[in-house]
């Protein structure tokens, strides 16, 4: 029997399977942000031991960074713990992107755009959308502190092997359809837990004639649907993405490399533990109207009514749209909204500036929303200014900010006030998610930016 | 950090009827700018933004705070969750795990974890049991018929019982997993042992 592109990348970093255990799996790349990394590095000093390899250890701050200027954070504890781990990696020997450097950016921005995750590898971040990583042909997995400081140890991590899904997605997608959107449709279809103890593989024409970028966007929302990770088969749009790019391997190395990457797919009698499908052509601009990243209609659909659900199911549908300040049965379209977000490592890559510039040229920002473009590294945004979008922008109305997590979660000043609506680009619409209080919309670019020119939601395919 | 050695925990239970109740809830991200793992300090913010308001104060609906259920953990008392299913998915915070053990918490029985969570839970010596649909929501009846129903989490036979209707069930765990929890070790400590072989898988 053939394998899966997941088992062979497995298979290729046992260490051992411990008796009546888990695997033990050996670690190509490390990632470390300030949030989840100080009780790692402590646990270290503790025993009195070193980084085991600290050339696969990479850092830098993202979470705590401010948007609007990178001299100093205000808030003392926030930067408190940025400046923590430049003294730990400082401490520890590790590279570090400090904040405010060209180098820096979100993880699963950065990790990619310097070809620094890598297909075949197995990447891992105490950050759930290490998953975003998967798109260039790698496991990439989301671990907890214990685990980032049993890496830093010792290279390895215990885990279960996970069964394997593949998500194929065949055919075209629409205009104004972006990943995106086909990520919250495959979430909508699978639920939140409906890939939990799966690693999923996306596949099928769709995906083949998908950019880079876009394949990045899918795979960093796989951990929403509960799965362990989400791999795409590197491709030619791969290579021709990493080729040049500063860590890739250059010259004769890049041959070889890419002749053994290309070995990285599923063979075609590979069985999968779970096989789903979907048409392109079934996928609209979507929005989300509840409290996780499943709860989401097209644009152009109403919110779901209590028909057809049991008790318990119609009690957490209603304490979601309470929250929300929604009724069933609502439509969303041309709900007027305060906050517009387009950043985070879902949305935060060049192609999402190029997407939202398309939309905005020519036009007016509504007066009545507040708008934070939050570019995911100081490489995109270098980018932005390059190809003249922040040109675009301005015109329009809008401020171009500095790299940060920004909006994505309520830990820089970067809130959103309790009781405002938000239509962001972001991946958690969860509760009090972008500030306690805030309500989310989750959209893609092209509906973010659509919203932010009317001020109420915005099909773009209508403006 | 010295660990709690685990054996049979019987106890009264926390009933969280939340189904997927996700990290952000368990505890808020402003309370991760922490570098520190002061059990107090997580405890003290295990599902902050359910029990308080905005101005601080307790909401009385919310469990934690009810009558019933709003004695803090110790022997006995309040040393299980029972949870709504897809517990902890969201974020992969392991503050989350320190908020439940700072808590006080030692058991989070769930039909379905969310991966990342359920294994932060076990490297924080927090036992995740897996039960039955069927059995999570006879607890959670249970429970709500008699608050001082007693559950017993036996990890040497890897059995749960609700002791109020004598029902039990069997729960999964690998073998190396429970020999960890029943003797106090970590994965850190396995893996640091190992060095031979990691050094001999780097020059294959
Ligand atoms: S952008 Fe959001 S989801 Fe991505 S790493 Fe930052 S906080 Fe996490």
Redesign the interface.
Same mark, same amino acid.
């Given at each position: 029997m053939g394998k899966t592109l997941f088992d062979k990348i497995w298979d290729a970093h046992v260490v051992q399977k411990v008796e009546d255990g888990p695997t033990q799996l050996y670690i190509d790349r490390l990632y470390a942000h300030e949030v989840t990394s100080p009780q790692a590095f402590d646990t270290l000093r503790d025993k009195g031991i070193k980084v085991f390899r600290p050339e696969h250890v990479i850092a830098m701050p993202d979470h705590n960074t401010p948007s609007d200027q990178q001299e100093t954070i205000h808030d003392p504890i926030g930067r408190n713990q940025v400046e923590t781990l430049a003294r730990n990696c400082a401490e520890f020997g590790i590279k570090h992107f400090c904040m405010g450097s060209k180098d820096n950016g979100i993880i699963h921005v950065v990790g990619p755009e310097k070809a620094l995750s890598l297909p075949g590898m197995t990447i891992v971040c105490g950050d759930s959308h290490t998953s975003t990583h998967g798109a260039v042909g790698a496991i990439a997995m989301g671990i907890g502190t214990s685990e980032v400081a049993q890496v830093l140890a010792s290279e390895c991590i215990l885990q279960s092997k996970p069964k394997t899904m593949r998500i194929n997605i065949e055919g075209t997608l629409q205009p104004g359809v972006v990943a995106k959107d086909v990520a919250l449709y495959i979430m909508a279809q699978m639920t939140t837990a409906g890939a939990t103890g799966y690693a999923v593989e996306y596949a099928g024409s769709t995906i083949r004639n998908m950019s880079m970028e876009g394949r990045l966007t899918l795979s960093n929302l796989s951990i929403e649907m509960g799965s362990r990770a989400g791999l795409i088969a590197p491709d030619e749009t791969t290579f021709a993405y990493l080729k040049g790019r500063e860590y890739a391997p250059k010259g004769e190395d890049w041959d070889k490399a890419v002749a053994a990457w290309s070995q990285l797919k599923s063979d075609d009698d590979a069985v999968f533990d779970k096989e789903v499908t979907f048409r392109a052509e079934d996928i609209k601009p979507r929005i989300t109207y509840g409290t996780n990243p499943g709860a989401g209609i097209a644009i152009d659909e109403c919110i779901p009514t209590l028909d057809g659900m049991n008790e318990s199911e119609q009690k957490q549908f209603l304490s979601q749209l309470e929250y929300m300040q929604f009724q069933p049965g609502q439509k969303l379209e041309g709900l007027p909204i305060d906050y517009c977000f387009l950043g985070a490592c879902t949305n935060g890559r060049i192609e999402d500036f190029r997407a939202f510039a398309s939309i905005v040229k020519g036009k007016k920002k509504n007066p009545n929303v507040v708008a934070w473009l939050v570019p995911g590294s100081w490489l995109v945004r270098q980018q932005i200014i390059d190809e003249g979008i922040d040109k675009v922008l301005e015109e329009a109305g809008f401020e171009l900010r500095l790299p940060s997590c920004s909006a994505c979660l309520a830990m820089n000043p970067d809130k959103v006030p309790a009781g405002k609506l938000s239509i962001s680009t972001s991946n958690r619409n969860f509760v009090g998610r972008q500030g306690p209080g805030a309500r989310t919309i989750l959209a893609s670019p092209l509906v973010v930016a659509a919203s932010a020119i009317t001020g109420v939601v915005t099909d773009p395919r209508k403006l | 950090?010295a660990h709690q050695k685990f054996n049979i925990i019987k106890s009264t239970c926390i009933p969280i009827q939340?189904?997927?109740c996700?990290t952000? !809830?368990i505890i808020? $991200?402003?309370y !991760? $700018?922490? @570098?520190?793992?002061d059990p107090k300090f997580f405890g003290d913010a295990f599902m902050h933004?359910l029990r308080y308001n $905005?101005k601080g104060e307790p909401v009385d609906e919310f469990v934690l705070n009810q009558p019933s259920f709003c004695e803090a953990p110790h022997e006995g008392c309040h040393e299980i969750i029972v949870g709504g %299913?897809?517990w902890g998915?969201?974020?992969?915070?392991?503050?989350a $795990?320190w908020a439940i053990s700072g808590y006080g918490v030692r058991v989070v029985i769930s039909s379905? +974890?969310?991966?990342?969570h359920r294994?932060?839970l076990l490297?924080?010596f927090v036992l995740p049991v897996i039960v039955s649909e069927a059995f999570q929501q006879e607890l959670f009846a249970s429970i709500a018929k008699d608050s001082n129903t007693m559950v017993t989490v036996d990890l040497p036979a890897q059995t749960v019982t609700n002791e109020s209707t004598g029902h039990s069930e069997k729960f999964d765990i690998?073998?190396?997993?429970k020999y960890c929890l029943m003797n106090g070790y970590?994965?850190?400590d396995? !893996?640091?042992s %190992? @060095?031979d072989?990691?050094e001999a +898988?780097?020059n294959k």
């Open positions: - | 950090m939340i189904d997927n996700n952000d !809830l808020p $991200a402003r !991760l $700018a922490s @570098t520190s793992r933004d $905005a %299913q897809n998915s969201g974020s992969s915070r392991e503050h $795990a379905s +974890f969310a991966d990342i294994n932060n490297n924080c690998n073998g190396y997993k970590d994965d850190i396995y !893996l640091l %190992q @060095t072989k990691i +898988f780097e």
